[in-house]
């Protein structure tokens, strides 16, 4: 896999309006988030529209509250593994909303957000941990202020507003998989 501008050759491109320039253009965190739209239902077009500006909030009754919401991610991984871009990664997406990252506020400035398609409770696909994987990889390759300590989940960064991945991530076997690629890498 590899970027140009911060866009990932490995990735669909679904372009987004809703992000801005980074204020000292870092990279140093990755944050993972979940997403399913309606809850629970996977496979549909509302997230992509979401991101893109355009969910028609009548769709769904659970829908009304996004109503003029401005949200985006760098990534989506859906149930079968398929990368889905939104904004450069050399861009500020608007994903993490009000964050702290241990001494910083506004994660969003220094951070890449990784949704992936699912609930809290819900597990999360092989295929999608393998994509996730691969990306990853990928990203620590191309953002050298980005290590295995620098990812956290959305809940770690926002922990009285959001509670994703969820108990059902397997954060484990992820960073396991990852420290094994860091440790080949090194040899």
């Known amino acids: 896999?590899?970027?140009?501008?911060?866009?990932?050759?490995g990735a669909l491109r679904c372009v987004s309006p809703h992000f801005n320039q980074r204020p000292l253009g870092e990279v140093s965190l990755l944050v993972i988030h979940n997403i399913s739209l309606p809850a629970g239902c996977f496979g549909l077009p509302y997230i992509d529209q979401l991101f893109q500006g355009c969910l028609d909030t009548d769709a769904d009754a659970s829908f009304a509250p996004l109503q003029?919401?401005?949200?985006?991610a760098h990534f989506l991984i859906r149930r079968n593994g398929?990368?889905?871009?939104?904004?450069?990664?050399?861009?500020?997406?608007?994903?993490?909303?009000?964050?702290?990252?241990?001494?910083?506020?506004n994660c969003n400035d220094?951070?890449?957000?990784?949704?992936?398609?699912?609930?809290?409770t819900e597990?999360?696909?092989?295929?999608?941990?393998?994509?996730?994987?691969?990306?990853?990889?990928?990203?620590?390759l191309e953002y050298p202020l980005l290590t295995t300590d620098r990812?956290?989940?959305h809940c770690d960064i926002a922990p009285i507003r959001k509670t994703d991945p969820?108990?059902?991530?397997?954060?484990?076997?992820?960073?396991?998989?990852?420290?094994?690629?860091?440790?080949?890498?090194?040899?």
């Open 82 to 105: 398929e990368r889905v871009q939104y904004v450069s990664c050399d861009d500020r997406a608007w994903h993490a909303g009000l964050s702290r990252y241990g001494e910083r506020d």
């Open 123 to 140: 597990p999360y696909t092989d295929e999608q941990y393998q994509s996730l994987i691969e990306l990853t990889q990928a990203l620590l």
């Open 166 to 187: 969820g108990q059902s991530f397997a954060w484990e076997r992820y960073l396991g998989k990852l420290k094994e690629y860091t440790e080949a890498m090194r040899s």
């Open 68 to 72: 003029g919401l401005q949200v985006s």
């Open 1 to 9: 896999m590899r970027f140009d501008s911060g866009w990932c050759d």
């Open 110 to 120: 220094f951070s890449i957000g990784i949704e992936l398609e699912g609930t809290d």
């Open 151 to 153: 990812i956290v989940g």
